[in-house]
């Protein structure tokens, strides 16, 4: 069975300050996983994903994510946080083989501090 | 960028009557799926849809839910006797492929009182 724990609900950075949010999952299968943010009031959008290429993953807004298989992790980051990336930011894996759901993490809202 | 647009973005209707959640998704996705997330709960699957039929369901999808693609374009929601509970933000979403990123809407907020 595929799922995610995102370890932090809510997560406080100063602007400036780096940003670390956590997830763990489990799969039964090499995993495709994504982080995506949503904003107040807007929709879920595509941070970045990881479908078994290359390990550390970029996306969009200086964010970055780092698979790790031994640790079954993949943790987003990024170097300095800025006032919009005040939002929800949530893990997703993908159900593997054969199916197209997606398992939503419960979710971290990251405020920022000026 | 394409985008997946939802209609209505906020609607309140009361217990018992029927609800169409409108979406239209980005010309080329083949895929399409329902969502939902309940205040302060975790984003939750609906259904998806492929080649004109459901192909997956998730146990909140009961009968009183039901989807269509009438027009090749607009991929609906029924809420057939809304619940209370059925109070959520409902989101579309679309994808050229299995495994293939999963575009999302910005989402429809439906309140049941």
């Known amino acids: 069975a595929q799922s995610v724990t995102q370890l932090d609900s809510h997560v406080s950075v100063s602007e400036g300050t780096p940003v670390l949010l956590r997830c763990n999952y489990s799969?039964?299968?090499?995993?495709?996983l994504f982080w995506y943010v949503q904003h107040p009031n807007k929709g879920l959008q595509l941070l970045l994903k990881?479908?078994?290429?290359?390990?550390l993953v970029k996306g969009i807004n200086g964010f970055e994510a780092e698979f790790k298989k031994s640790e079954t992790s993949f943790h987003l980051t990024k170097p300095s946080a800025h006032m919009s990336d005040a939002a929800e930011y949530f893990c997703?894996?993908?159900?593997?083989?054969?199916?197209?759901?997606?398992?939503f993490g419960t979710g971290t809202s990251l405020t920022v501090i000026p | 960028e394409p985008e997946v647009t939802q209609t209505p973005s906020h609607q309140v209707t009361q217990m018992g009557q029927e609800v169409i959640l409108r979406c239209v998704p980005i010309?080329?996705?083949?895929?399409f799926y329902w969502y939902r997330q309940i205040l302060g709960q975790k984003v939750e699957f609906l259904v998806s849809?492929?080649?004109?039929?459901?192909?997956?369901k998730s146990e909140i999808f009961d009968d009183q839910f039901s989807v269509e693609r009438p027009d090749g374009s607009n991929f609906t929601l029924k809420i057939r006797s809304t619940k209370l509970e059925d109070s959520a933000m409902y989101f579309c979403?679309?994808?050229?492929?299995?495994?293939?990123?999963?575009?999302f809407g910005e989402g429809s907020w439906l309140t049941v009182v």
């Open positions: 997703v894996v993908l159900r593997g083989w054969g199916g197209n759901q997606f398992y």
């Open positions: 799969s039964s299968y090499s995993p495709s």
């Open positions: 979403a679309g994808t050229t492929g299995v495994g293939n990123t999963i575009y």
């Open positions: 990881y479908t078994s290429a290359a390990t």
């Open positions: 849809f492929y080649n004109n039929e459901i192909s997956e």
């Open positions: 010309s080329n996705h083949l895929y």
